[in-house]
């Protein structure tokens, strides 16, 4: 009769255990989708004119990459680069960019989402460091809006 008390106490803290689980499975709503139409990248006037096209230019052809066969509202991107640090860390081979991010409406002018991140990169030859901060501040922004990668 013991071990059967055992096992009783063992399967209800595994019940416990399994209830408290689905808590941290949420049913979250989808995040948005838009139809982006263009974006424009700015930066300070220290921003390399190189990681300002870079981006400029793997976000345009993601826009042209991507297909929507479902009617989504269209906007245009404004993707500021609001602080750059480069050439920081123990080895000075780290780039640390933070980014903003507004939507806006093509039809109203309006900002209808918001979007901010800080990317941080590492390139060991400083002569690509601005490409590949390019490269991955636009891969933060193809996901953030679902853009296909463009070829480029």
């Known amino acids: 009769m013991n071990w059967f ?13 399994l209830t408290s689980c689905m808590g941290l499975t949420s049913d979250e709503p989808a995040a948005p989708i838009y139809d982006v139409r263009s974006a424009v990248v700015l930066g300070g006037p ?4 190189e990681l300002l096209s870079g981006i400029g230019d793997r976000i345009n052809a993601a ?10 509202p269209r ?26 991010i507004d939507a806006a409406s093509v039809d109203e002018g309006s900002v ?7 990317v941080t990169s590492t390139a060991n030859d ?6 590949i901060l390019a490269e991955d501040i636009a891969a933060r922004v193809r996901s953030a809006f679902k853009l296909n990668t463009g070829r480029g």
Do not use: H, W
């Open 5 to 17: 008390r055992s096992l009783f106490c063992q399967l209800g803290l595994v019940c416990a255990m």
């Open 75 to 100: 906007v245009v991107l404004t993707i500021r680069i609001a602080s750059l640090q480069k050439v920081t860390g123990y080895d000075k081979n780290r780039n640390i960019a933070k980014i903003n």
């Open 112 to 118: 209808i989402a918001v979007s901010s991140f800080e």
């Open 46 to 49: 220290n921003t390399p004119p």
């Open 126 to 131: 400083r002569a690509m460091a601005d490409q």
């Open 63 to 72: 826009i042209n990459a991507t297909v929507r066969t479902e009617v989504y």
